[in-house]
């Protein structure tokens, strides 16, 4: 459904153009609920951002379904407009004076259509929060907000949602449940749902594939095939060594000299 090809971007810098993402190929398909992980700096908010069309590559293409999601319509906004892709953005971005139920309805307005408060009030069901929907977003806590933005960005029903960081300043068990109802929602609505995040761990037994993104480089599979020394060590472009602790899983690269945790800590940012 989705097919990323060769997608490389580079910034521009006084040093020079900056290349974070190098070639880049992967593809999802309905139903597939999929983490972009990497360390800080890797890519990932840029990779979403090139897929939702908020950021043109340097070069390569996304396709949605077979065609350019975009080309309808050179504006960026066209992906909203055209209703196939939402984009959850790690702020939330509600409207402070609007209700919950009032924010989830905000991109049906661009065209409305009769059945889209059901929709609205059904998908607030979904995330858990029905008898909320009157309630104000300041009354909210940050899990809270986060499942609102959510179920906004499912109204206008796309077909592919993608999520920056959507765990982000959440407690373990806000986590779990938008975890949860991400990967229920992506196979309930047989939509494909591509989120990045920090912290592997909460993530890996639900998501069915991880994009791992290091040194402008992808490696895709389900967590047990990319979370391997050898995958990740051939994706830095050094030894990297994964530990499995308590249950937890760690990235551990160490340049030579730095005491390898304190490296992984720094530069990786999977460690908690
Ligand atoms: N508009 C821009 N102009 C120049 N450099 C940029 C721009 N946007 C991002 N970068 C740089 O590109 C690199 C990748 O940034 P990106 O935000 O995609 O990383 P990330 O993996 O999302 O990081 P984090 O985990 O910290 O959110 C960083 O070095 C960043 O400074
Ligand atoms: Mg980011």
Known sequence: MLAVNRISKSYPT?????????EVSFSLAPGDAAAIMGPSGSGKSSLLYILGGLEPPSSGTVTLDGRNPFELDPD??????????????QDHCLLPQCTVLENVLVPTLVAPARGDADRARALLDRVGLSDRSDHRPAELSGGERQRVALARSLAPRPRLLLLDEPLANLDISSEQGIVSVLARLARAEGIAVLLSAHDMNPLMPVMDRIVY???????????????????????????????RVHGRVLVVAAPEGIDAAEAAAEDLGVIR
Request: aromatic fraction near 8%.
């Open 14 to 22: 006084p040093r020079g153009p900056l290349t974070v993402l190098s």
């Open 76 to 89: 960026a906004l066209a992906a909203f407009r055209n209703r196939s892709i939402g984009f959850v953005f």
């Open 213 to 243: 993104v290091a040194a402008g480089r992808v490696a895709v599979g389900t967590a047990d095939e990319v979370v391997q020394p050898e995958v990740l060590s051939g994706l830095y472009g050094q030894h990297v060594d994964v530990i």
